[in-house]
Each structure stands twice: as C-alpha cells, then as structure tokens.
C-alpha cells in the first residue's frame, strides 16, 4: 500500500500519526513530515494507515496504491 | 439531504412558512447565530442545516452566508486566496476591535507567524506539560471532593484550561485569571454587540503590559520570548509592536474560552450516561476515542468568517467579492454525507472526522494542549470521582454566539 501525503494541506492536525505511529511521522511542529512525498505503508499497517487517513480534516492523505 | 441551493429552495421541508412555523424564524434565509432559539435547539438546528441547508443565509447586521456541509467547508477553509481571513472572523464586528493574529490575516504573513508559534505548541513540547495538568486536575478536585457536589464550571472547566495556558505556555499567574475570563466571555457574548470591544480592550491592556514587562526580563525561550523577537514580513518591514499584542490576545483567547465547553460538555454526558462512564472505567483506552467524539459533537466553536475576495460559487450560491461568509464547523463534523449515524454519540465510532479545531491553514494552534487537558481531566476525574450525576431538578445553563458556552453545571457525587 501507497499513500501521498498533500504538500499544501497538512496542517498539522495530527490525526494520521495518532492513529498510525508507524506509518505516518510528525516533525517538530507537529506536521506530517513526509508532506509532498509518497510513502509506503508496512506490511500490516494497513488498516491503521486506512483510519488515520480517514480522520484527516483536510483529507491530505490520499491512497496511491492498495 | 440537499446538495445544493436549487435543491433547497425546491423542498418544501425548507419553504419559509414551514420553518417559520418549526424554528420561529426562516433559517434558511434569515438564520441568526445570536438567537436564543439557537442556544435552546442547538443540535436540531445543526442537524437541520447540514441536512437541508447547504447554504444558509443571515440577515443579521449587514448579513452573512452559511456553509454547512464537510466539504463544502473543507473547501472554503482551504481555499485562503478566495476567502481571506484578513478581515477578521467575527460576522458585522464591532467598530473598534482590533484585528487578532495571526488568525485574523492570510499568508504569507499568517505563515510567518505560524512557522515561529508553531514549535511551542507542537505534540513534543505539549507532551511535557503533562504532569502539572494532571497534578492541577488533583488540586482542583481536592477542593470539592469531599462536599459531595460541585458547580462543575466555576470550579474546575473555566479553571483547568487557564491554569494550563498560563502555567505551561505563557508564564504568568493565574491570580489575574478571573478577570481575563471575564473580559473574554463578556468580548464574546455581550449584547448589544457594540460593548464587545470595551471587554475585549481590557484584555488587550493587561497583555500589553505583561508583554512589555517581559520585554525587560532576561530570556527563557518561551513563546513570549518568540513572540517579541518577531518575524520580517515579506515586504521586509519588522512586525510591529500591535501585532504582538494581538498574537498573545489571541492565544489567550483560544487558550481560555473553548476548551471549557468540551471538557464540561463531556463531563455532563458522563454524568448522563453511567453505561460509557463505566466502559472508560473498565477500559482507560478508548478515553483518547471518546475524546475525539466528544470534540466532533461538543464544538466550542461553531462558526469562524472568511471575506469572498473575487466573485464566487459555492454549493449554487453566488458570493460577491467582499460578501462574508462564516464556516458552519459544528454542522461540517455531523454530515451524513461524510459519517454516518452523525446524530448518535459513539465513543467506539472506528473513524471520528471532525471540524472541531478548523479545517486549513488556520487550524486551532492549541489543538494539541486542548487534548492533553480533556484527557488528564477525563482520567483524574473518573479515577477520583467514578460515580456522579448531575443534581437533581438542574440543568447545564448555555450561551451560544459564534462560540458556545456553558455557563452552570451542578453535579452530585455519594460522599
């Protein structure tokens, strides 16, 4: 699984991370810090990369690959 | 559901008279954030909106548009360079308020600012304020515990989150607190409108003050410090001392006056509803759930305003340059288009998507320190005081604008 995390719309909730600590990694500011970059899901890490995408408000994280 | 202005207007559900008749006024059309019918019938009104009413109307004052759907909002939210920000958030503001940054502006200077302010208010640095928030939610309950009863807002909800605001982030006592609470409840909900600002201005006093006294002590690195280094401005002008102010106003503001709602809000459903108590008991894990669920339905604020800066649509209505348009964010978090079974309370709810904290650049900067003390006070509390319910023959007091709030809450415990 494949997801691309929107340069421009984070904002720094911090949903993803929340829900999926080890797929999705804040910087200091509390931001993805993945923005601009596709990243790879780990292998069972699906399911919590699929909820933290859905809690995103700004729904920045979108599925490049299932 | 209606999708669009076309759709509205045709369903008769929406005509004027039927909700004349319903809501004792056309909301649809002539919708008033300051009415009391609102604060009465809070959640049937949202739910109403959202479902009828992708767009509603006001005339109050010199009149606003509504937007009420998830996406509809998400995308005005985003969408900065067409719906500024720069001419404040309020709808028909009061003369003589001053604008408050780096809310009240677009980028690039909003993201001046937020790259500076950002770092203090981050989920690394919030996290290291845990222990004085928990220790302060012990404090606060030693106070009443033994009585066997408490008046919930005025003695914990309008405290803890001051408390943690002023102690962790700003460095200030919290002697002065009472009157700053003040200033900002009365600069938000007073009526007539037009005394807003004379609150407002005494809140604006004493952070000026403190903030030029801190402009005379040595360094602690803290965001006061950050806030007095400043930031250049892409026209390469310095920001200038009023912005300052404004900054530390405005983080007060948020750091005060909205946290309260949720957490009292919360606490009233559980004295409500002993079967979740028991499950948060049984299972302090789904407390980080139950709070993300409690903040889509219990949002302090409902509504923050953008100014159209180009003609637009939006959902089939015409904006014109210059027309205001408030964000409807407690109607956006119970859409049935975007979750389902919106209306039902549900603290297991697998995904919780909500407006709460604001949609876009200007996302409530404090939504990290806003968690950390909802969850410290509902852990404290429920560890203390695992049985209470709200005293019999009262009720939670109300007062909604574009914030909501609670003014009285009256529980009971077994001594």
Redesign the interface.
Known sequence: MRVKIDGEHCTGHGRCAKYAPNVFILDDDGYNADRSNEIDVPAGEEENAKRGMKSCPERAITLVAE | MNETRADMEADPEVAPEVLKARFGRDIARDFDLDDPMFNDRFDEVLTFMVNKCPISYSKAGTGYHLVNTNEQV?RVA?DWRTFSSAKGYMPNRPEGLPYLMPEESDPPMHTNWR?KL??H????VIATYEDVIRKDCNVLIDTFIEKGECEFISEFGALLPGWAFFKNVLGVPIDDLAMLVEGVEQGTFALPAEERPAHMARVFTYLDTHLRWRATQPKRGDVIDTILEGVIYDDGTEAPWDHKVSILVDLTFGGIATTTFVMSSAIHYLAMHPEVRQQLIDDPSLI?NAI?EFSRVFPPVIALGRTCTRDVEVAGTEMKEGDFVMLTWGAASRDPRAMEEPEKIDIKR??????T?G???H?CIG??LARLELTATIEEWLRRIPEFSVREGTAPVYVTGFLRSMRELQLVWPK
């Open positions: 998400r985003q790259h950002n770092p208010m981050s989920p690394k980080e993300e697998e995904t919780i998507l909500h407006s904290f949609v876009g650049p996302r939504s990290n």
